[in-house]
């Protein structure tokens, strides 16, 4: 796996939901050799603040063109400068980087995916790539947000999966409550339980599917995200503690992830 | 003329000489193989390879960056994979390359720091040891050296006796005189110092009301640290005989051009990496560029000639 510092032109960066973006560039080095999972560092400016790359996943890959795209919400000074680059600016990119998402199985017949909020953004690949290479999985998304304004791409997503429940935090669509309390409320009422599982969101949502999933035996990846320094395993910056019987110990999550079996972390200690 | 001129960027750093003054900075360049996609790597002058103890070292819990204005504060807590793993892993990657590898070595103990130093004298492709005296990051480790000249004396002369290779003694700002910590450790025999390590930080959150590092206090590195560094390179310069390499903040080749100015005869780079990886090679040729342009053929002319009154 080949990583690139590419410098990727902006082809459009428009608002897809509420404070959340939707970055097209042209990077086809990149491109060409991300898979789904995978993420890129971007600079947001070649002056000092701030100082650090932004880790962004991809959203969609779309190798033939050459074209990533990124879907991201606004949450500090990075981002919000971001979403201020017009069309036909040159980012710098660097990547493809960390492991990627998995297949399930073969014979795996259900799959569960789960998206908290601007989560949903290192998804999309992942379904696409399980619905190119096994047609027969039966796949459902659990997507969930604070509130309808933040959603997006539905039709999309509805169209590429077999199943998908939306929920809301204040009920203003969907389900009312979070992804995890729809998840237990179709397991409750409809009695399935996925073979599979993928699951990406904050962190809090994340400790508690991992829960979940472990109580359940359900095999599953998550993608979690961190603070990163540089994105390639050589500052170290990006550890999340690791279960472990005696001394401390972490995994790094630019190079060892950003994809991990749920029951290696000590997501007690992460919070 | 200028663009025949021939350009000679070797320098000589005491018992080494470098094809060019530009080296990667402890920590922030992995152990070479983590950038060798983006960087072509016989471009650098050397690599120093992160931190080395005898045992493996897990590091800091989290979180263990925060960023500042222009800078970074980091507590990693020097997790690394202890010398073991180094040479049967790490260190094959860059001696099959003849990458220049100076090895950054630490420990609890002056006879850890001796032990590790055994271990790796007469080692092929290690062509120094830098000596961390000065990470601020762990209660246990180099603060107490760093800051201490006696205390750093000893760890030097207990290093020199272990081994034959080259030895850097990286300096930490954090001292009343770093003058005097660098003759400190002249007297014991380094060949070389490196200054700055970073400076001790720290950053809270007004909201959660708790600090921004899971080991509270880290080092801040970066931009925002250049002007410290450059006035802790031009006192050691000034109170010492032997060779000094400048780190700290460096961005760009003016940058390491200020560092060569005021007379260290290397610059390290460090925490740009991350921002933009193929810094040290815009800053080997931004050197080059600067010396076409101003008329100089060898670096080493422009070394040290900072007029002062």
Known sequence: MRKYLERAKIIR???????????????????????AGQFVMLRVTEDFI????????????????????????IVGKGTGMLSKKPEGEYVDLLGPLGNGFRLPPPGTRDVWVLAGGIGIAALRPLIESI???????NLTLYYGVKSSSELFSIDDFSEMCDGLRCSTDDGSFGFCGNVLGCVIHDWETLGTIPSYLYACGPTVMLRHVAQWVIDHSIPSQFSLESLMGCGVGACLGCAVPKKSDGEPSYVHVCFEGPIFSPDIIQWEKLL | MSATLPIDLSVNLGPIKLKNPVMVASGTFGYGREYADIVPLECLGAVVVKGISLKPRPGNPPPRLVETPAGLINAIGLENVGIETFLSDKLPFLRKRKIPTVVNIFGETVEEYGEIARRLDGVDGVVALEINISCPNVKAGGVHFGTNPSMASSLVKAVRAATSLPIITKLSPQVTSIADMAKAVEDAGTDIISCINTVPAMAVNIYSRKPLLGNVIGGLSGPAIKPIALRCVYEVVKSVGIPVIGI??????????????????AVQIGTMNFANPRVVIDVIEGIENFMRLQNISKIEDFIGTLKTL
Not at chain 1, 13 to 35: D, F, Q, T, V
Not at chain 1, 58 to 73: D, N, P, S, T, V
Not at chain 2, 255 to 260: G, P, V, Y
């Open chain 1, 13 to 35: 960066n428009l608002p897809l939901a509420s404070s959340i973006y939707h970055l097209e560039l042209y990077s086809p080095k990149i491109a060409n050799e991300a898979r």
């Open chain 1, 131 to 137: 619905k190119g290479a096994m047609p027969e999985v």
């Open chain 2, 248 to 265: 700290g903040g460096i961005a760009n080749a003016e940058d390491a051009l200020e560092f060569l100015l005021v007379g260290a005869r």
């Open chain 1, 50 to 73: 701030p100082l650090l790359r932004r880790p962004f996943s991809l959203f969609r890959i779309r190798k033939e063109e050459g074209i990533l795209e990124i879907a991201y919400k």
